[in-house]
């Protein structure tokens, strides 16, 4: 990530409009292991970037974070992972950021209460540089006072709590965290607290049938895999 400004310091905020990434499409692939904060910080920050010109920016560092880290939680078992980067916000309003994780460890296969982790990261507003990532906040999703979970919906025609994080951003309005879901499609709004308080409509189309039966199984969970270690920067 390359930054553009005269003040030599490090910065908490989110210089997101000064912020560039990749100047060779070919490292954008060769760099998107989820336990590697900078290319999943390109991805939030690239469309601002795009309309700037892809040779005035470069790679600058990058920041390796443990796939077995604990987040702030404090559970454990398969729920203590410090999983992110199923998708990445900078709230700008409030200086915040957030790493979104999947559905878990085991790709679907294991009991997961999916959550959100809030971040603090030193940008350099000289070199660009990133440095001093620190988790501050877990955010557990929850329905009723029961945890969403990333197992597949029990019942393939109704979502209930099942939910495999995908998008994220802060509602600009009220500060709510919206939240989209890939076994749906879904839409869900979480208040602070990560209680859901709204479900949005999904246009009909997207709705995912088997026949003329809506069935949110029609594409089976895979295999767990020998070693669930092995899946832990996917979280």
């Known amino acids: 990530m390359g930054v553009r400004s005269g003040a030599a310091v490090a910065d908490r905020s989110c210089p997101v409009r000064k912020l560039g990434f990749f100047n060779n499409p070919s490292l954008q692939t060769a760099m998107t292991p989820t336990s590697t904060l900078t290319a999943a910080a390109a991805l939030v920050l690239a469309l601002p970037v795009l309309a700037q ?98 197992l597949p919906p029990s019942n393939p025609a109704l979502l209930g709590n099942a939910l495999e994080p995908e998008g994220f951003v802060v509602n600009p309005k009220n500060g709510n965290l919206l939240v989209s879901d890939e076994y749906g499609p879904s839409l869900n709004e979480f208040n602070r607290q990560g209680q859901r308080v709204k479900t949005y409509t999904v246009p009909a189309n997207l709705v995912p049938k088997v026949g003329a039966a809506t069935h949110y199984n029609a594409v089976p969970a895979p295999a767990l895999p020998v070693d669930p270690a092995a899946t832990a920067g996917r979280v």
């Open 53 to 150: 010109s892809v040779s005035s920016v470069s790679f600058v560092n990058g920041l390796v974070l443990p796939g077995d880290a604990a987040d702030r939680s404090g559970d454990s078992g398969v729920n203590y992972r410090n999983g992110y980067f199923s998708d990445l916000y900078c709230d700008r309003a409030r200086n915040e950021w957030w790493g979104l994780s999947d559905r878990g460890p085991g790709g679907g296969t294991l009991a997961y209460e999916t959550r959100v982790q809030r971040f603090t990261l030193d940008v350099n507003l000289t070199t660009g540089a990133i440095s001093n990532f620190q988790g501050t906040q877990t955010v557990k999703f929850s329905n009723g006072g029961s945890a969403m979970n990333g």
